[in-house]
């Protein structure tokens, strides 16, 4: 399983390497007399602040039009029927600067496109809609932007609330500035006439309510649902009811070799002996016997012993009879809709280098659980709740690829928040949906034919220091370099994007860090960098690096972010040190997320377990509420400050694929491809030549063999398959 995640599409992430120059062009506004938010915008953020989105400056679509389509004069030998227009990043490999001819994408179906400017030259096309624009070409059939119509007439009617005409633009997951997307407008659709083919134009405005029903579900009316939810602490609700931690476990011990109980037995009795993984000895935690197991067996009615083998010193729980799964003391806390993971991970860069073309998914489905200790049990009270800092996080992927099926889950979302509310109607579609996911045998290629990607832990409850670690239904083998889907029991697993930080430094000095920090980090941060307008970044995080085992097998929160203090005090050296600390687990849950308690925001978690239901959500989600950015300066350079509003992020995320964005039908390129380009010259694969040491890398700049190029594509073809429009994009790597 590979942890890398593309969040977000050129709908917003490609736009903002321009937005700098824009800024610099324009000034902070579209009007130059308004000296006013002019001020605003120049104003320097105080950190742990929350400031008004309004205050970020405005930003000309214009510049920032990054996906167009065009109808084609006449179909492309391959039958296709538009031309694509992308706005491309600088490559990574500068040899390329000046190729007419870029191929993008997996090593086994590569995607080729071509200078736009080049294709009018060759008359291909009627005009280039700019000289940084790249063109593929796709089916876009006429219905799709009829439908994209509607949709905005449906958004335009008040159907989901409240509309504004403005997007916020975000760069990973900071929010840097504001835009009017043009309207898409059919009629158009013409050889000669690019339209912007992915963007609402028109979306509604972020309340609590929208977050609450259709991304961050934490309402009593879900979260002690009195059908579907149990609660250890006063006994409210059915028993197994299908959002309990007893129904999600049940569906995913299915088909383990195990009963459900010992199949979480055995899970939790991994806390009571040390474990290696990746070299990376994770300490015991045997409090989990005396704060989670035993008393569940009391409150089960049988009897749990601790036993330690006096040869091994390995310890062990008997139980005289089996725990009772329907009241375990996880407390449901919330439902998440992460469809702003929706992408499959790029794994093995191929030749994509940070651009890559593959289909993407629908994201994660994660329930939060909090660990609780109730006197009595099941007969309490909130007060008697004994809720513990212990949160448990299930993460399903979302099943289904391809166009079609994400814009279908995206409109299932925005459906429920379009209810008046937490109707029977609204819980039984939320219900349908969410056992969609969790049932056994929704995901058959996967381990237990579950489709959970991980479950994360997070806590304090047992031991200190706060703790996060990572279980899956995977075999995990660091020497063979990898992770393979497998039934059986929940297995440790490595954390994600994050260093052993047993043996190296978070503190600064660390060789290895730093070597890591200004090598790929640094090597995958998309060009050019502006802070905090574009900054961000395409690695993964291997097993080995440097020839040491570099993956952790546990993370613990201590000193909350990561320094390297070789990395230069330069936009390319503050963006990679930020998106390297922030993608680890520590990272993320303090300091460089402002989640360690600034501005009154929670400390290790994104949810305060200890507050009452609806729980408490951190400022790096909410940006302080609907309509702000929550500002934490940079945990090693102080400056910029990162201005976050992750709730809006993925409110604008969610309708722009469930009502902007067009589905294509795009043939991708066979490895076949590749070998006859090998035998026109060097492959403009925008990718180190180290990592394709047999590949022969080099641009093309004469206008014949472009041409050869493309009649290389009738021949070299792949499968058809849908895709959005966004489907060419820059490449980030995201975690959390």
Same mark, same amino acid.
Request: with cysteine.
């Given at each position: 399983m590979?942890? =890398?995640?593309?969040?977000?599409?050129?709908?917003?992430?490609?736009?903002?390497?321009?937005?700098?120059?824009?800024?610099?062009?324009?000034?902070?506004?579209?009007?130059?007399?308004?000296t006013?938010? =002019?001020?605003?915008?120049?104003?320097?953020?105080? $950190?742990?602040?929350?400031?008004?989105?309004?205050?970020?400056?405005?930003?000309d679509?214009?510049? $920032?039009?990054?996906?167009l389509g065009?109808?084609?004069?006449?179909?492309?030998?391959?039958?296709e029927?538009?031309?694509?227009?992308v706005?491309?990043? /600088?490559?990574?490999?500068r040899?390329?600067?000046?190729?007419?001819?870029?191929? +993008?994408?997996?090593?086994?179906?590569?995607?080729v496109? %071509?200078?736009? @400017?080049?294709?009018?030259?060759?008359?291909?096309?009627?005009k280039?809609?700019g000289?940084?624009?790249?063109?593929?070409?796709?089916?876009?059939?006429?219905?799709?932007?009829?439908?994209l119509?509607?949709?905005?007439?449906?958004?335009?009617?008040?159907a989901?609330? =409240?509309?504004?005409?403005?997007s916020?633009?975000?760069?990973h997951r900071?929010?840097i500035?504001?835009?009017?997307?043009?309207?898409i407008?059919?009629?158009?659709?013409?050889?000669?006439?690019a339209?912007?083919?992915?963007?609402?134009?028109? #979306?509604?405005?972020?309340?609590?309510?929208?977050?609450?029903?259709?991304l961050?579900l934490?309402?009593?009316?879900?979260v002690q649902?009195?059908? #579907?939810?149990?609660?250890?602490?006063? *006994?409210?609700?059915?028993?197994? *009811?299908?959002?309990?931690f007893?129904?999600?476990?049940?569906?995913?011990?299915?088909?383990?070799?195990?009963?459900?109980?010992?199949?979480?037995?055995n899970?939790?009795?991994?806390?009571?002996?040390?474990?290696?993984?990746?070299? @990376?000895?994770?300490?015991?935690r045997?409090?989990? %016997?005396?704060?989670? +197991?035993? !008393?569940?067996?009391?409150?089960?009615?049988?009897?749990?012993?601790l036993?330690?083998?006096p040869?091994?010193?390995?310890?062990?729980?008997?139980?005289?009879?089996?725990?009772?799964?329907?009241?375990?003391?996880f407390?449901l806390?919330?439902?998440?809709?992460r469809?702003?993971?929706?992408?499959?991970?790029?794994?093995?860069?191929?030749?994509?280098?940070?651009?890559?073309?593959?289909?993407?998914?629908s994201?994660?489905? #994660?329930? +939060?659980?909090?660990?609780?200790?109730?006197?009595?049990?099941?007969a309490?009270?909130?007060?008697?709740?004994?809720?513990?800092?212990f949160?448990?996080?299930?993460e399903y992927g979302?099943?289904?690829t391809?166009?079609?099926?994400?814009?279908?889950?995206?409109?299932?979302?925005?459906?429920?928040q379009a209810? /008046?509310?937490?109707?029977?109607?609204?819980?039984?579609q939320?219900?349908?949906?969410?056992?969609s996911?969790?049932?056994?045998?929704?995901?058959?290629?996967?381990?237990?034919? $579950?489709?959970?990607?991980?479950?994360?832990?997070?806590e304090?409850?047992l031991?200190?220091?706060?703790?996060?670690?990572?279980?899956?239904l995977?075999?995990?083998?660091?020497?063979a370099?990898?992770?393979?889907?497998?039934?059986?029991p929940i297995?440790?697993?490595t954390?994600a994007?994050?260093p052993?930080?047993?043996a190296?430094?978070?503190?600064?000095?660390?060789?290895?860090?730093?070597?890591?920090? $200004?090598?790929?980090?640094?090597a *995958?941060?998309?060009?050019?960098?502006?802070?905090p307008n574009?900054?961000?970044a395409s690695y993964?995080?291997?097993?080995?690096?440097?020839?040491?085992?570099?993956?952790?097998?546990?993370s613990?929160?201590?000193p909350?972010?990561?320094?390297?203090?070789s990395?230069p005090?330069t936009?390319?050296?503050?963006?990679?040190?930020?998106? %390297?600390?922030?993608n680890?687990?520590d990272?993320?849950?303090? @300091?460089?997320s402002g989640?360690?308690?600034l501005?009154g925001?929670t400390?290790?978690?994104?949810i305060?377990?200890?507050?009452? +239901?609806?729980?408490?959500?951190?400022?790096?989600?909410?940006?302080?509420? !609907? *309509?702000?950015v929550?500002?934490?300066n940079d945990? =090693? %350079?102080?400056?910029?400050?990162?201005?976050?509003?992750?709730?809006e992020?993925?409110?604008?995320?969610?309708?722009?694929?469930?009502?902007?964005?067009?589905?294509?039908?795009?043939? /991708?390129?066979?490895?076949a491809?590749?070998?006859?380009?090998?035998?026109?010259?060097?492959v403009?694969?925008?990718?180190?030549p180290?990592?394709?040491?047999?590949l022969?890398?080099?641009?093309?700049?004469?206008?014949?063999?472009?041409?050869k190029v493309m009649?290389?594509?009738?021949s070299?073809?792949g499968s058809?398959?849908?895709?959005?429009?966004?489907?060419?994009?820059?490449?980030?790597t995201?975690?959390?």
């Amino acid at each position: 399983m590979n942890r =890398q995640q593309i969040h977000l599409g050129a709908s917003r992430l490609a736009i903002v390497s321009l937005v700098a120059t824009a800024l610099a062009v324009n000034g902070c506004s579209s009007d130059p007399t308004d000296t006013e938010e =002019q001020s605003q915008a120049a104003t320097v953020p105080v $950190n742990g602040t929350s400031t008004p989105i309004a205050q970020l400056p405005f930003v000309d679509s214009v510049t $920032n039009t990054q996906v167009l389509g065009e109808l084609l004069a006449k179909t492309t030998p391959l039958g296709e029927t538009t031309a694509l227009h992308v706005r491309l990043p /600088p490559p990574q490999n500068r040899d390329l600067a000046n190729s007419l001819v870029r191929v +993008i994408g997996e090593t086994t179906n590569p995607q080729v496109v %071509f200078r736009s @400017d080049a294709l009018a030259q060759l008359g291909v096309l009627a005009k280039s809609p700019g000289p940084d624009f790249f063109t593929a070409f796709a089916t876009l059939a006429p219905a799709e932007l009829d439908r994209l119509k509607q949709n905005q007439a449906q958004i335009s009617s008040g159907a989901f609330g =409240q509309t504004t005409n403005e997007s916020v633009l975000f760069n990973h997951r900071a929010a840097i500035g504001r835009t009017i997307n043009p309207v898409i407008d059919p009629a158009i659709f013409k050889p000669g006439g690019a339209i912007a083919i992915n963007r609402c134009a028109i #979306r509604p405005i972020s309340t609590q309510q929208a977050w609450d029903q259709s991304l961050f579900l934490r309402s009593p009316a879900v979260v002690q649902d009195p059908v #579907r939810t149990w609660d250890p602490c006063t *006994g409210a609700g059915t028993q197994g *009811g299908v959002w309990t931690f007893a129904h999600l476990i049940r569906e995913m011990a299915n088909g383990s070799g195990s009963t459900p109980e010992d199949f979480v037995k055995n899970w939790l009795s991994l806390w009571l002996n040390s474990y290696v993984v990746n070299s @990376d000895t994770v300490p015991p935690r045997t409090q989990m %016997f005396n704060q989670v +197991i035993q !008393p569940w067996a009391v409150a089960s009615g049988v009897t749990a012993t601790l036993v330690t083998n006096p040869i091994t010193g390995v310890k062990s729980v008997t139980l005289s009879g089996p725990l009772n799964l329907n009241i375990a003391p996880f407390r449901l806390n919330a439902i998440v809709n992460r469809i702003d993971l929706g992408a499959t991970a790029n794994g093995p860069s191929g030749y994509s280098g940070t651009i890559t073309s593959l289909p993407v998914t629908s994201g994660e489905l #994660r329930f +939060i659980f909090n660990v609780v200790q109730p006197v009595p049990w099941g007969a309490g009270t909130e007060a008697s709740c004994g809720r513990k800092l212990f949160t448990t996080i299930f993460e399903y992927g979302v099943p289904g690829t391809g166009c079609a099926s994400v814009v279908s889950w995206a409109q299932k979302w925005t459906t429920l928040q379009a209810f /008046p509310g937490f109707t029977l109607a609204y819980l039984a579609q939320l219900q349908s949906m969410t056992e969609s996911v969790v049932l056994h045998g929704a995901a058959p290629a996967k381990g237990n034919q $579950n489709a959970i990607n991980q479950i994360r832990t997070n806590e304090i409850a047992l031991s200190g220091p706060w703790e996060l670690r990572e279980f899956t239904l995977t075999n995990e083998n660091p020497p063979a370099n990898t992770d393979l889907p497998a039934n059986g029991p929940i297995r440790a697993h490595t954390v994600a994007l994050t260093p052993n930080d047993s043996a190296f430094s978070a503190a600064g000095a660390d060789p290895t860090i730093n070597l890591f920090v $200004n090598g790929p980090v640094t090597a *995958g941060v998309t060009l050019p960098v502006a802070v905090p307008n574009n900054c961000n970044a395409s690695y993964t995080m291997p097993f080995v690096f440097n020839s040491l085992a570099f993956r952790g097998g546990n993370s613990f929160v201590g000193p909350g972010h990561w320094v390297a203090n070789s990395v230069p005090n330069t936009p390319l050296g503050v963006c990679a040190r930020f998106q %390297f600390s922030l993608n680890t687990c520590d990272g993320c849950h303090h @300091d460089d997320s402002g989640t360690n308690g600034l501005g009154g925001s929670t400390n290790f978690t994104h949810i305060a377990p200890l507050t009452p +239901i609806p729980v408490t959500l951190s400022k790096f989600l909410t940006g302080g509420g !609907p *309509g702000l950015v929550f500002n934490v300066n940079d945990t =090693q %350079f102080g400056a910029p400050a990162w201005p976050f509003a992750d709730l809006e992020r993925r409110f604008q995320r969610l309708f722009d694929l469930s009502h902007c964005t067009s589905c294509l039908t795009v043939r /991708p390129m066979t490895q076949a491809f590749i070998d006859q380009l090998q035998a026109l010259g060097p492959v403009p694969a925008d990718v180190n030549p180290a990592d394709q040491p047999t590949l022969r890398i080099g641009p093309i700049t004469d206008l014949g063999t472009v041409q050869k190029v493309m009649d290389l594509r009738a021949s070299s073809a792949g499968s058809a398959r849908s895709e959005p429009a966004d489907f060419i994009r820059p490449v980030e790597t995201f975690s959390h």
